[in-house]
């Protein structure tokens, strides 16, 4: 299967982004059965943090939602939709879903952050605090390709081994990671933190990232990679805007997993019972 992260440099027009997304869609060679994977926030990003609720849909209705579907369907791939703001009951707050369309158009999955970024970050903005108009999830979500079963994870979810250790328990071969990674975190982290999640639980891990200036002056990283289970990079988009590609090798996976067998040499997964002394 070929892993497709288009890389963005998104703006505070939610118009200008599709757009965008629609045109490296159609450029795209091979894009039929495929993966193609948008980073977070790729529909608004760079304006004030209150335009996710006016711009938020109920799940399964809107504008935006059918835009996506319709893009899916018209290429035959799987769409994985970075991060969306969804409508809650009390219009509050958000929920900052990733939403996922097969390739006959249908919503086939969605997986709410877990982990919300509120943190402190020696740059031009300082202080992020997601929880103030974001509403985190509380399940992990996985959908199943003829490649294989794919797993979902948001951003600074990939600073928590513990949800990628659980998804690959579900059977996740191919965990992918839509992001904003500032940055600072990310020229310290994003390739070790990929790179180390692929290599402890021997899947293949794709990455796309926001990349750039933008209009609020918040700056990301970019460096959309897709990684393999030995930890090799397969493509760095570097800090370049547009679509880049790898085709991920079934094989290579059984290989790794056949020659160093670490799920069955885990004596700290489920199957064992872990007694503490005090």
């Given at each position: 299967?070929?892993?497709?992260?288009?890389?963005?440099?998104?703006v505070?027009?939610?118009?200008?982004?599709?757009?965008?997304v629609?045109?490296?869609?159609?450029?795209?060679?091979?894009?039929?059965?495929s993966?193609?994977?948008?980073?977070?926030?790729?529909?608004?990003?760079?304006?004030?943090?209150g335009?996710n609720?006016?711009?938020?849909?109920?799940?399964?209705?809107?504008p935006?939602?059918?835009?996506?579907?319709?893009?899916?369907?018209?290429?035959?791939c799987?769409?994985?939709?970075?991060?969306?703001?969804?409508?809650?009951e009390?219009?509050?707050?958000?929920?900052?879903?990733?939403?996922v369309?097969?390739?006959?158009?249908?919503r086939?999955c969605?997986?709410?952050?877990?982990?919300?970024?509120?943190?402190?970050?020696?740059?031009?903005?300082?202080?992020?605090?997601?929880?103030?108009?974001?509403?985190?999830?509380?399940m992990?979500?996985?959908?199943d390709t003829?490649?294989?079963?794919?797993?979902?994870?948001?951003?600074y979810?990939?600073?928590?081994?513990?949800?990628?250790?659980?998804?690959?328990q579900?059977g996740?071969?191919?965990?992918?990671?839509?992001?904003?990674?500032?940055?600072?975190?990310?020229?310290?982290?994003w390739?070790i933190?990929?790179?180390?999640?692929?290599?402890?639980?021997?899947v293949?891990?794709?990455?796309?990232n926001q990349?750039?200036v933008?209009?609020?002056?918040?700056?990301?990283?970019?460096?959309?990679?897709?990684v393999?289970?030995?930890?090799?990079?397969?493509?760095?988009?570097?800090?370049?805007i547009?679509?880049?590609?790898?085709?991920?090798d079934?094989?290579?996976l059984?290989a790794v997993?056949?020659?160093?067998p670490?799920?069955?040499h885990?004596?700290?997964?489920?199957?064992?019972?872990s007694?503490c002394k005090?």
């Amino acid at each position: 299967m070929r892993v497709i992260n288009i890389q963005m440099q998104s703006v505070p027009d939610v118009d200008a982004n599709l757009t965008f997304v629609e045109a490296q869609m159609a450029a795209c060679n091979d894009i039929q059965g495929s993966l193609v994977l948008l980073p977070e926030c790729f529909a608004y990003f760079g304006g004030p943090d209150g335009m996710n609720l006016k711009i938020a849909e109920d799940l399964g209705h809107g504008p935006v939602q059918t835009r996506l579907s319709a893009l899916a369907k018209q290429h035959r791939c799987y769409l994985v939709a970075g991060s969306f703001p969804i409508a809650t009951e009390s219009g509050k707050r958000f929920k900052p879903m990733c939403l996922v369309f097969s390739p006959e158009g249908k919503r086939i999955c969605e997986y709410q952050k877990i982990h919300l970024f509120d943190v402190e970050v020696a740059d031009g903005t300082k202080q992020y605090r997601e929880s103030d108009s974001a509403e985190p999830g509380e399940m992990l979500a996985c959908f199943d390709t003829p490649w294989g079963r794919v797993g979902l994870a948001i951003c600074y979810d990939l600073r928590f081994a513990g949800l990628f250790q659980n998804l690959t328990q579900q059977g996740a071969e191919l965990i992918v990671l839509p992001s904003a990674f500032t940055q600072t975190t990310g020229a310290a982290h994003w390739h070790i933190l990929l790179q180390a999640r692929a290599i402890e639980n021997q899947v293949f891990v794709a990455g796309c990232n926001q990349s750039g200036v933008h209009e609020n002056g918040r700056e990301t990283y970019g460096h959309s990679l897709v990684v393999d289970p030995w930890g090799t990079i397969l493509i760095d988009a570097k800090e370049e805007i547009g679509a880049k590609g790898a085709v991920i090798d079934k094989d290579s996976l059984k290989a790794v997993r056949r020659k160093m067998p670490v799920s069955t040499h885990n004596r700290f997964n489920s199957r064992y019972v872990s007694h503490c002394k005090h």
